[in-house]
Nanobody
């Protein structure tokens, strides 16, 4: 059974930082590219970041470029999202997801991601 579990969310003041983790099980981690998405109340799920299987190539959504960093540890089957300079607009539930699409097609669309975690809440106060 495939499982993705996010952790590290919480409440932070504007300008602060948080680090999210997503630990996976039940899949061959190195066979999957990984991504982070977020969804704010009343809004559609939004792409945040993705990286390929060996972590050498990364992609970011425009709202987070220069502030967020995605990384992975294939030995720990875990993907991370470091979030700096957080703003109230970053408030959302953050999800990690796994995809088997080829690196040349990354970051792909939401439908390309086969497995999803349940999400972790990030709240940024002004």
């Amino acid at each position: 059974q495939v499982e993705l579990v996010e952790s590290g969310g919480g409440l932070v003041h504007s300008g602060g930082s948080l680090s999210l983790s997503c630990t996976t099980s039940g899949l061959t981690f190195t066979s999957y590219a990984m991504g982070w998405f977020r969804q704010a109340p009343g809004k559609e799920r939004e792409f945040i970041a993705a990286l390929n299987r060996n972590g050498a190539t990364t992609f970011y959504g425009d709202p987070v470029k220069g502030r967020f960093t995605i990384s992975r540890d294939n030995g720990k089957n875990t993907v991370y999202l470091r979030m700096n300079s957080l703003e109230p607009e970053d408030t959302a539930v953050y999800y990690c997801a796994a995809t088997m699409i080829l690196s040349g097609s990354l970051p792909g669309t939401i439908d390309d991601y086969a497995y999803w975690g349940r999400g972790t809440q990030v709240t940024v106060s002004s």
